[in-house]
């Protein structure tokens, strides 16, 4: 078939137009692609289709809720929740959590997570248990499974949705996370559901999916301040890139019907309306701490970490996907080579899309000093919803699909029964290594309240929230030494390091050892601590002499 200058010239200067665009050959085999993922699709009936997500629901319930507060609370990231959660409901100081030592205001993270801990404790009617602690990671991440579900749903892609959403509640940290309370799980929710909106509205010419999207933007500030804005402005910012919409810089016109389209006009507006006033009132109200804190987590331990919190090399990202994402990540790398390979990078805007929310996630965060294999989290329904898209392609092409769905529905039983194992196997055995409630008892036991216990140099929020108020923190010998000079007894909480060094550093008292979580646990403990009691020194008065015979 003869070509124009035109298109010659064309095809020489752009190669994936002229491969896609003026080869019939290749424009009809899009057609029959798009021919067969329509009919794929319909082979979902309403009826199994109801059924697929009643199994999904199911799949969700078990991996996420089940057993889920049977365990103690194990990070310090739960205490600590638990901690301003149960602050906020015994002193009604919704604003400014607390930890029970009163000495300073928890300013580390936005309250939004611990407001969430609070309420559900308050509408269960009870106090502050690993129960409370736990269901808003494990609501967040049936949301987002629901979430990427509806997405594909709602596309008429409802392979790529099935598949997507059992990949991501199947991937093996995602799953974890689900289970412990940590901001990460509602984050990567508000997240997606940010990204969700922004993509629908963009397809869609529908400003309508903006609302839902600026509300989770909004969310995401309150749970983790700038960064819930920047992970998905990077991730829309990439995406409008090389969408090809991104114009140059003197064409100002072109700016503004971006920044129309992207409803910034009102979404700004309602962001700060939202989750402005928390931060404007808390400034107010802390003497300069909330700014000093902000910059501490957000700027202070990206550029390169902290005293106590090494910084990671740039590729610590690229190992943790691969085994946190397990069972899945195995076909990233093949998902990523079959999408180029067979010119399909074009043609599938929902693979695209999630591609771009992965690579640009990873991206940014491989840059930041400090690094946590839960930061990642908020890139695993990009994965998904990238691998899902892909693996409804295979379906459609290969010659044997139920071979595939089996190995699929094979996969998902094996991790299914690997959590059942897991949940009701070792998680018992591995507790006794891990709680503190056995501890904080018998602290309680020697020290009942109102009597204070002291931490001496320990950072252990789950110990201190099962031994409750009062309590004290102490960094310094000094400040110790005075407690131990008092004439009764207080008793100290340390590690075995500083049980080794006191006699070197206190001079009015001292430290008699009275039980260990070691001990208890016996024989083993994840964090191993003592209790000690004071007990001040006896002065010895000289002796008079004795008279003169």
Known sequence: MSRSPQEAETGKDFPFLHNHLLNPCTNQ?????????????????????????????????????????????WSSHEGRAAQDAATILEDGHWGLPRLFDRKYVDLQKPPLYYWMVAAFAFVRGGPVDAWAVRLPSALAALGCVILLFSLGIHRGRNWAALTAAIILATAVHFTWL??????????TFAISLALAGIYLSRLEKSRWWLLPAYLGLAAAILLKGPIGLILPGVVVGSWVILEGELSPAWRVRSW???????????????????????????????????????????????????????????????????????????????????????????????ARFGLIWLVSILAVLSCVGFKRADYLLPAYPGAA??????????????????????????IVAASVAGWWIYLDRILPQVEVEREDR??????????????????FRVEEHA???????????????????????????????????????????????SLEPVTTNVDLARGKHDHPLILLRTQPFVKEWPRPLPANP
């Open 256 to 350: 503004l019907s971006l920044a129309h389209r992207l409803g910034l006009w009102w979404g700004i507006p309602l962001i700060l309306a939202i989750a402005g006033p928390w931060f404007f009132w808390a400034a107010s109200q802390t003497d300069g701490a909330l700014g000093k804190s902000l910059w501490y987590h957000n700027v202070v331990r990206a550029i390169g970490g902290t005293d106590g919190m090494r910084a990671r090399p740039i590729l610590f990202y690229i190992p943790r996907l691969a085994a946190d994402f397990l069972p899945w990540s195995v076909l990233l790398p093949f998902a990523v080579w079959y999408i180029f390979r067979s010119k399909c990078w074009r043609m599938d805007p929902e």
């Open 29 to 73: 085999r899009a057609r029959n692609v798009n021919q067969t993922s329509a009919h794929h699709s319909s082979l979902i009936t309403h009826g199994s289709l109801n059924i697929f997500s009643l199994l999904l629901f199911g799949l969700t319930l078990f991996l996420f809720f089940y057993r889920l507060g049977d365990r103690d609370l």
């Open 438 to 455: 056995t501890f904080a008892a018998a602290i309680r036991r020697y020290a009942p309240p109102p009597d204070p216990v002291i931490f």
């Open 178 to 187: 689900a289970r412990i309370g940590r901001i990460d799980m509602p984050l």
């Open 463 to 509: 110990l201190a929230f099962h031994i409750g108020r009062p309590l004290d923190t102490l960094l310094e010998w000094e400040n110790l030494d005075f407690w131990a000079s008092q004439p009764r007894p207080f008793y100290v909480v340390m590690d075995s390091e500083c049980a080794r060094e006191w006699p070197d550093h206190l001079h009015h008292g």
């Open 385 to 410: 919803l990238f691998l899902g898209c892909v693996v409804e392609r295979w379906f459609e092409t290969v010659r044997q699909p139920l071979r595939l769905a089996t190995g699929f529905g094979a």
